[in-house]
């Protein structure tokens, strides 16, 4: 597995997790934070929305080593 793609795992997981905590506050929240429910849509579109863009972000080929030559 490479760094970029275990870098983008610890990107997603908090990413979703904390968006749908957001999102799930703003739909099941009571009357008192309904100031608040604008925010919230708000905050947890943009975790998940981030999370589910660093999936998308192309990944580089791996480098290979050029082999030495021996006379150099």
Do not use: H, Y
């Amino acid at each position: 597995m490479s760094i970029n793609r275990t870098a983008k795992g610890i990107v997603l997981v908090p990413c979703l997790l904390l968006g749908s905590a957001f999102l799930a506050a703003a739909v099941w929240g009571d009357a008192a934070a309904e100031a608040n429910k604008t925010l919230a849509l708000v905050l947890g579109a943009a975790l998940m929305g981030g999370g589910l863009l660093a999936q998308l972000l192309p990944e580089r080929e791996p480098e290979q080593d050029q082999p030495s030559n021996p006379g150099d």
